[in-house]
T-cell receptor, first 114, second 111 residues
Framework: DVKVTQSSRYLVKRTGEKVFLECVQD?????MFWYRQDPGLGLRLIYF???????EKGDIPEGYSVSREKKERFSLILESASTNQTSMYLC?????????????FGPGTRLTVL | KNQVEQSPQSLIILEGKNCTLQ??????????LRWYKQDTGRGPVSLTI?????NTKSNGRYTATLDADTKQSSLHITASQLSDSASYIC??????????FGAGTTVTVRA
């Protein structure tokens, strides 16, 4: 079974704090993704990585950065957390094949910024 | 503007009844369409996938249909169970990695 794990299920931080969200996958997938999910908006892509040390901006990258030092690990960083970054964050991974590219999701991290 | 619209936003059904969820999309070109199920507090899990040439796909009590001409898909749940209570998300894949997600339909099954 594919497994995508995220470092925390729930996180509470204060405005201005630096926040690290970690994601690890065990299927040797090339692609890894970070999304945020807000009610009524669906999943929105923050950043995407198709290889180690490679990254591409998604639809809403402002206020976020990412790091992919190893193939299995993809980190999302909030340099200075703000209240509007309170959300559910989902990590996903997939093979590079664009035809049968099912994305496998982690359980999510619910982040609250006070 | 969201390129994937789902309806209804939410629905409540009695256990054992059937229901149908709708998905309209404008994404083009189109590679495949998936329906995901997301249980509360969990990540989405893929239920079905259909390519351009397929018009129906079943997974147990879940049946998805696709009309690529009208750009519409539906997900039919037969003989609903309490465990079907979840959010169902329609996801359209263009010819690259970037998926287009619907906002989801929340289904509540009551005993």
């Amino acid at each position: 079974d594919v497994k995508v794990t995220q470092s925390s299920r729930y996180l509470v931080k204060r405005t201005g704090e630096k926040v690290f969200l970690e994601c690890v996958q065990d299927m040797d997938h090339e692609n890894m993704f970070w999304y945020r999910q807000d009610p009524g908006l669906g999943l929105r892509l923050i950043y995407f990585s198709y290889d180690v040390k490679m990254k591409e901006k998604g639809d809403i990258p402002e206020g976020y950065s990412v790091s992919r030092e190893k193939k299995e690990r993809f980190s999302l960083i909030l340099e200075s957390a703000s209240t509007n970054q309170t959300s559910m964050y989902l990590c996903a991974s997939s093979f590079r094949d664009t035809v049968h590219n099912e994305q496998f999701f982690g359980p999510g991290t619910r982040l609250t910024v006070l | 503007k969201n390129q994937v619209e789902q309806s209804p936003q939410s629905l409540i059904i009695l256990e054992g009844k059937n229901c149908t969820l709708q998905c309209n999309y404008t994404v083009s070109p189109f590679s495949n369409l998936r329906w995901y199920k997301q249980d509360t507090g969990r990540g989405p899990v893929s239920l079905t996938i259909m390519t351009f040439s397929e018009n129906t796909k079943s997974n147990g009590r879940y049946t998805a249909t696709l009309d690529a001409d009208t750009k519409q898909s539906s997900l039919h749940i037969t003989a609903s169970q309490l465990s079907d209570s979840a959010s169902y998300i329609c996801v359209v894949t263009p010819n690259d990695y970037k998926l287009s997600f619907g906002a989801g339909t929340t289904v509540t099954v009551r005993a």
